[in-house]
């Protein structure tokens, strides 16, 4: 029984993990002028002696992109519908949103939350749905969090 161990040179990722379970199956496998198994030979040439390769591929985690959704100020939204708004979809106290609702009145912008790419997409199209059916000129947009 050979068992061999190879990891490429050349700074692939995967590992090869080859089982040889013959020598004679070896020599077979790795010199081309030796006569092979005839056409339809399963690997490992059928006799259940076999050669497995495994391939172990590392697992890559990345963490995602994060994004500010932030509404913008404007001269006719109503207060206590954008305090609606930032409790509804931004999950804020009464207190949290009237703060935030106040900081847009005053600064002209502000940050109701950050998450993923699809959440801050879909909150700020949940706002300006809502503002346009209810015919407020309120604006929401969401920029990368860096
Ligand atoms: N400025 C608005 C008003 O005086 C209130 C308002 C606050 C509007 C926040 C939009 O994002 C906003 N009625």
Do not use: W
């Not at 077979?28 to 391939?55: E, F, K, Q, W, Y």
């Not at 994060?66 to 409790?87: A, G, K, Q, S």
């Amino acid at each position: 029984m050979l068992l061999r161990r190879m990891v490429p040179s050349n700074s692939r990722r995967n590992v090869y993990l080859m089982v040889m379970s013959e020598l004679s199956e070896h020599v077979r496998m790795s010199d081309p002028n030796l006569p092979g198994p005839p056409a339809g030979t399963p690997p490992g040439g059928g006799n259940g002696i076999g050669v497995d390769i495994v391939t172990q591929t590392r697992i890559k985690t990345k963490k995602p992109s994060l994004y500010r959704v932030l509404l913008l100020n404007d001269d006719y939204t109503p207060m206590e519908f954008v305090v609606y708004i930032l409790e509804r979809y931004f999950n804020r106290s009464r207190e949290q949103a009237t703060r935030i609702m106040l900081h847009v009145h005053q600064k002209g912008v502000g940050l109701c939350g950050v998450y993923t790419y699809e959440v801050a997409e879909t909150k700020v199209a949940q706002v300006l749905d809502l503002a346009k059916r209810h015919e407020h000129p309120l604006q929401c947009v969401m920029e990368k969090d860096d």
